[in-house]
């Protein structure tokens, strides 16, 4: 053979062995693209709708459609939502274009409504599954193949947060982040390892060295590639951002402290932010200053910065080495830059420097106040202010996460001894998104990946013990027919068996345990929710905006100018989304917390108009108030409708308290005769909430109730007869309509004379579209001349052609009572919608 066939030989012996491997990483891939297309039919539902997991899966799926709608370009600001002002979407768009494209392909320029639902529905179990490709490399450059290959059968599994939201249906761009992030520190991984291996200086560079740059540079170029999608589905990833430059930091001070040079570590953080900053340019919206929340020149500059960080820590290092100067200096060069550096930073741009500042305490940080009750964003240690684990082992078994923790001391004691970049990078990368968890349990999604892949470099040093190196070594050279392999089932030893059987049942099967459980279905509405939004669509007056529209932005200071036909609808912020996407109507709050109004910082603040004020106010004036001051048009009402479930009248009803910071006394201790119990309170039932959702709006003046949905067995009856039991009321004790819609109205007024300082009732009955009934009335005094006056929401004649088509009325007249006279009065929705006086 001569010297020239020497490299197709080894080329074709190193596919030849890496074969079997790729062929497991697709059947595991495979498997976990099963997995999580398991809940089909929760999310494909018998009558055609399609329901996404979720919140903001629902907002992406609005995106995707308008893009679709006016490809290529994409909604930058959105007034259908948080009414009157509108929202800017901070969502990369990345994760929508991905889907836009695929849609446009598979229907060849044309899709229908129903291929993209389709595709939206599977893209996340599909980028799920394609996580396993980024996890084999890193756990197989981390600890080998066998390595790898455990890493990945985990990921496949890993259940939790990461599972929950790349499974069909949950179309949110976090499957994107752990994707292209992971694709980013393989990719980083393996431009550092080639540019190592191959002596990479500074001077190859200058010299054109392509037999040494080459490899390197793709490598680089690929991560520069991967941290730019990264951050164009989420402009949040400068948190990898800080992953590199700490990473950088301690491998610099390592390599300075052995002697070695860094050259190879600086030519691969240079490319790959270059490359980053170059990408994220296009996308920046200079009008934006600098905001970590949406693409501004933030994450160019600190694409630059990082860049520059490299250049800077390299730069000192030569200089280090040049003059001699002994390594300890070395950290303290570094720390002075650093304060040197944010003090530049708070002199030229404040903006920038306090974003700096705050990043550490917003990634990091524990929330307070209304924030702690946002189900990701809350400590995954924490649960009302106690230490658990338990929400640790649900994202990722017990024995995952002690395993990944053991993972973290073993690779920390071998890089003790023998430190390669590698191990340094996955070592600082978990411990800081192990860090990010503490904050946010959101971000372990993230922490699943360094999961998997610490138990699987737990897993391998195992199997390093019983020297399964041996037997994979003769598997790859002596294995070249079935029959050879059961040959080799002779040299497999007993502890060998053990082993495999001990990962199997120590790391494998309680996290394929805990994936099962959860792919039993999906999140997102239930069918209650599906049909009050589908019924606001379909009942309530069109707003009389382009609903697929791209809308230009007000300008500063201004707000967006909506036609006089548009109204707001109030509901808590959980389902701002869905009656946006399903109903077609103009939400106050949503899921970016936005139109949540409240107090963020003490109870000494002005308790700023929004849905939490407005559900926890104390009487129908104090909520009506609140209803105006959501709108700056002194003449114009902050909403028309107004949504309520049974959740938000019971286990979410602390939600809003916790927004206002004012939670205290909604519910007291009573003696309930076997012990004291924490029931609801007087300051609960005088709630707005309380008031529509458990009371019906029993005597309310401009609030009626519209539409109901079909009933549940909830908390509801509980909270009925502490009311009927504790206060003296005589509602009956019965679960309604699980999402009930209430409209405001000017309301009819009624007047009369009778008697100075007569009491006078009015009352009807109301008959819902469920078939339910239940009492309306009112009570009043007359003044000193005999006068009186009710305001009443219900009309008595039906609706009317371009208004609210409403289920839900009286049955038959309005009944006014004094002494032994009744009357009966029938109120026109002219009259209700008008405010008109009716005189008896």
């Given at each position: 053979?001569?010297?020239?066939?020497?490299?197709?030989?080894?080329?074709?012996s190193?596919i030849?062995?890496?074969?079997?491997?790729?062929?497991?990483?697709?059947?595991?891939?495979?498997?976990?693209?099963?997995i999580r297309?398991?809940?089909?039919?929760?999310?494909f539902?018998?009558?055609?709708?399609?329901?996404?997991?979720?919140?903001?899966?629902?907002?992406?799926m609005?995106?995707?459609?308008?893009?679709?709608?006016?490809?290529p370009?994409?909604?930058?600001?959105?007034?259908?939502?948080n009414?009157?002002?509108?929202?800017?979407?901070?969502f990369?768009?990345?994760?929508?274009?991905?889907?836009a494209?695929t849609?446009?392909?598979?229907?060849?320029?044309?899709?229908s409504p129903?291929?993209?639902n389709?595709v939206?529905?599977?893209?996340?179990?599909?980028?799920?599954?394609?996580?396993?490709?980024?996890?084999?490399?890193?756990?197989?450059h981390?600890?080998?193949?066998?390595?790898g290959?455990?890493a990945a059968?985990?990921?496949?599994?890993?259940?939790g947060?990461?599972?929950?939201?790349?499974?069909?249906?949950?179309?949110?761009?976090?499957?994107?982040?752990?994707?292209?992030?992971?694709?980013?520190?393989?990719?980083f991984?393996?431009?550092?390892?080639?540019?190592?291996?191959?002596?990479?200086?500074?001077?190859?560079?200058?010299?054109?060295?392509?037999?040494?740059?080459k490899?390197?540079?793709?490598?680089?170029?690929m991560?520069?590639?991967?941290?730019?999608?990264y951050?164009?589905?989420?402009?949040?990833?400068?948190?990898?951002?800080?992953?590199?430059?700490?990473?950088?930091?301690i491998?610099y001070i390592?390599d300075?402290?052995?002697?070695?040079?860094?050259d190879?570590?600086?030519?691969?953080?240079?490319?790959a932010?270059?490359?980053?900053?170059?990408?994220?340019?296009?996308?920046?919206?200079?009008?934006m200053?600098f905001s970590?929340?949406?693409?501004?020149?933030?994450h160019?500059?600190?694409?630059i910065?990082?860049m520059?960080?490299?250049?800077?820590?390299?730069?000192?290092?030569?200089?280090?080495k040049?003059?001699?100067?002994?390594?300890?200096?070395?950290p303290?060069?570094?720390?002075?830059?650093?304060?040197?550096?944010?003090?530049?930073?708070k002199?030229?741009?404040?903006?920038?420097?306090?974003?700096?500042?705050?990043?550490?305490h917003?990634i990091?940080?524990?929330?307070?106040?209304?924030?702690?009750?946002?189900?990701?964003?809350?400590?995954?240690?924490?649960?009302?202010?106690?230490?658990?684990l338990?929400?640790?082992?649900?994202?990722?078994?017990?024995?995952?996460?002690?395993?990944?923790l053991?993972?973290?001391?073993?690779?920390?004691?071998?890089?003790?001894r023998k430190?390669?970049?590698e191990?340094v990078?996955?070592?600082?990368?978990?411990?800081?998104?192990?860090?990010?968890?503490?904050?946010?349990n959101?971000?372990?999604?993230?922490?699943?990946?360094?999961?998997?892949v610490?138990s699987?470099?737990?897993?391998?040093?195992?199997?390093?013990?019983?020297?399964?190196?041996?037997?994979?070594?003769?598997?790859?050279?002596d294995?070249?027919?079935?029959?050879?392999?059961?040959?080799?089932?002779?040299?497999?030893?007993?502890e060998?068996?053990?082993?495999?059987?001990?990962?199997?049942?120590?790391?494998?099967y309680?996290?394929?345990?805990s994936?099962?459980?959860m792919?039993?279905?999906?999140?997102?509405p239930?069918?209650?929710?599906i049909?009050?939004?589908?019924?606001?669509q379909?009942?309530?007056?069109?707003?009389?905006?382009?609903?697929n529209?791209i809308?230009e932005a007000?300008?500063?200071?201004?707000?967006?100018?909506?036609?006089?036909?548009?109204y707001?609808?109030?509901?808590?912020?959980?389902y701002?989304?869905?009656?946006?996407?399903?109903?077609?109507?103009?939400?106050?709050?949503?899921?970016?917390?936005?139109?949540?109004?409240?107090?963020?910082?003490?109870?000494?603040?002005?308790?700023?108009?929004g849905?939490s004020?407005?559900?926890?106010?104390?009487?129908?004036?104090?909520?009506?108030?609140?209803?105006?001051?959501?709108?700056p048009?002194?003449?114009?009402?902050?909403a028309?409708?107004?949504?309520?479930?049974?959740e938000?009248?019971t286990?979410?009803?602390?939600?809003?308290?916790?927004w206002?910071?004012?939670?205290e006394?909604?519910y007291?201790?009573y003696w309930?005769g076997?012990?004291y119990?924490s029931l609801?309170?007087?300051?609960?039932?005088?709630?707005?909430?309380?008031?529509?959702?458990?009371?019906d709006g029993?005597?309310?003046?401009?609030?009626?109730?519209?539409?109901?949905?079909?009933?549940?067995k909830?908390?509801?009856?509980?909270?009925?007869q502490?009311?009927n039991?504790?206060?003296?009321?005589?509602?009956?004790?019965?679960?309604t309509?699980?999402?009930?819609?209430?409209?405001?109205?000017?309301?009819?007024?009624?007047?009369?004379?009778?008697?100075?300082?007569?009491?006078?009732?009015?009352?009807?009955?109301i008959?819902t579209?469920?078939?339910r009934?239940?009492?309306?009335s009112?009570?009043?005094?007359?003044?000193?001349?005999?006068r009186?006056?009710?305001?009443?929401?219900?009309?008595?004649?039906?609706?009317i052609?371009?208004?609210?088509?409403?289920?839900?009325?009286?049955?038959?007249?309005?009944?006014v009572?004094?002494?032994?006279t009744?009357?009966?009065?029938?109120?026109?929705?002219?009259?209700?919608l008008?405010?008109?006086?009716i005189?008896?």
């Amino acid at each position: 053979m001569s010297s020239q066939d020497r490299p197709v030989s080894s080329f074709k012996s190193k596919i030849k062995s890496s074969l079997p491997y790729t062929l497991a990483v697709a059947v595991i891939g495979f498997v976990a693209l099963w997995i999580r297309t398991r809940p089909y039919d929760s999310v494909f539902l018998s009558n055609g709708f399609v329901r996404f997991g979720g919140n903001d899966p629902w907002y992406h799926m609005r995106t995707l459609n308008v893009l679709l709608e006016n490809y290529p370009n994409r909604m930058f600001f959105n007034p259908m939502t948080n009414y009157p002002t509108g929202s800017y979407i901070h969502f990369g768009p990345l994760f929508d274009q991905m889907m836009a494209l695929t849609s446009l392909f598979l229907g060849m320029g044309n899709p229908s409504p129903e291929l993209v639902n389709w595709v939206g529905a599977y893209f996340p179990a599909v980028l799920g599954a394609l996580t396993v490709i980024p996890v084999y490399y890193i756990g197989k450059h981390l600890g080998g193949r066998k390595t790898g290959i455990l890493a990945a059968i985990l990921i496949a599994f890993a259940p939790g947060q990461f599972l929950s939201r790349s499974m069909m249906g949950f179309t949110d761009h976090h499957v994107a982040e752990s994707l292209f992030s992971t694709f980013f520190i393989m990719f980083f991984m393996l431009a550092l390892i080639s540019a190592k291996k191959k002596g990479l200086r500074f001077e190859h560079v200058i010299t054109k060295n392509l037999s040494v740059l080459k490899e390197p540079l793709i490598y680089s170029v690929m991560a520069g590639v991967m941290y730019s999608a990264y951050q164009l589905s989420w402009p949040g990833a400068s948190l990898f951002l800080l992953v590199a430059l700490v990473y950088a930091v301690i491998q610099y001070i390592i390599d300075n402290f052995h002697g070695e040079s860094s050259d190879y570590l600086g030519f691969t953080g240079i490319i790959a932010f270059l490359v980053s900053s170059i990408l994220i340019l296009p996308f920046v919206h200079p009008d934006m200053g600098f905001s970590m929340y949406y693409y501004s020149w933030f994450h160019f500059v600190t694409a630059i910065g990082a860049m520059a960080g490299f250049i800077a820590l390299s730069f000192i290092e030569r200089e280090f080495k040049s003059r001699n100067i002994k390594a300890y200096y070395y950290p303290l060069a570094i720390l002075g830059i650093g304060v040197v550096g944010l003090v530049a930073a708070k002199i030229a741009v404040p903006s920038l420097y306090s974003l700096v500042i705050s990043a550490p305490h917003s990634i990091f940080g524990i929330q307070t106040g209304g924030p702690s009750t946002i189900g990701e964003v809350s400590s995954i240690f924490y649960g009302s202010g106690v230490f658990t684990l338990s929400k640790v082992f649900g994202n990722f078994t017990a024995s995952g996460f002690f395993a990944s923790l053991l993972g973290i001391l073993f690779l920390t004691a071998k890089l003790f001894r023998k430190p390669k970049p590698e191990g340094v990078l996955v070592l600082v990368w978990s411990f800081l998104i192990l860090l990010t968890i503490y904050g946010q349990n959101r971000y372990a999604y993230y922490y699943s990946i360094n999961v998997a892949v610490l138990s699987a470099y737990v897993g391998g040093l195992l199997l390093e013990k019983v020297k399964w190196k041996e037997l994979d070594e003769k598997f790859s050279s002596d294995v070249k027919s079935p029959a050879d392999f059961l040959n080799i089932l002779k040299f497999i030893k007993i502890e060998q068996i053990v082993a495999v059987l001990a990962i199997a049942v120590i790391l494998i099967y309680p996290v394929y345990g805990s994936a099962m459980e959860m792919t039993k279905g999906t999140g997102g509405p239930n069918g209650p929710w599906i049909e009050a939004t589908t019924w606001l669509q379909s009942y309530t007056p069109d707003p009389g905006m382009d609903y697929n529209a791209i809308y230009e932005a007000p300008e500063a200071g201004e707000l967006f100018d909506y036609p006089d036909t548009v109204y707001g609808v109030m509901s808590w912020w959980d389902y701002g989304h869905w009656i946006e996407t399903i109903g077609h109507r103009i939400p106050n709050a949503n899921p970016f917390q936005a139109g949540i109004g409240g107090r963020r910082g003490s109870i000494d603040e002005e308790n700023q108009p929004g849905s939490s004020t407005f559900f926890t106010a104390q009487s129908e004036e104090e909520a009506t108030a609140v209803l105006e001051a959501v709108h700056p048009d002194p003449d114009k009402a902050g909403a028309r409708y107004i949504i309520s479930d049974v959740e938000m009248a019971t286990g979410k009803f602390y939600a809003m308290t916790a927004w206002t910071l004012d939670s205290e006394g909604y519910y007291q201790s009573y003696w309930t005769g076997s012990g004291y119990q924490s029931l609801p309170s007087t300051r609960y039932f005088n709630s707005m909430e309380s008031r529509l959702h458990i009371l019906d709006g029993n005597g309310l003046k401009q609030y009626r109730l519209v539409h109901e949905t079909w009933a549940y067995k909830t908390q509801e009856v509980g909270y009925k007869q502490v009311y009927n039991y504790l206060f003296g009321g005589s509602i009956p004790e019965a679960d309604t309509g699980y999402v009930k819609i209430f409209e405001y109205v000017k309301g009819a007024k009624i007047t009369g004379t009778v008697s100075p300082n007569e009491t006078v009732n009015i009352n009807t009955t109301i008959l819902t579209g469920q078939g339910r009934t239940f009492d309306y009335s009112q009570s009043t005094t007359s003044d000193s001349e005999g006068r009186y006056e009710f305001t009443v929401p219900y009309s008595t004649e039906g609706p009317i052609s371009g208004e609210t088509q409403f289920d839900t009325a009286p049955a038959g007249a309005y009944v006014v009572s004094y002494g032994n006279t009744t009357t009966e009065v029938r109120v026109s929705e002219e009259a209700v919608l008008n405010g008109e006086e009716i005189k008896i």
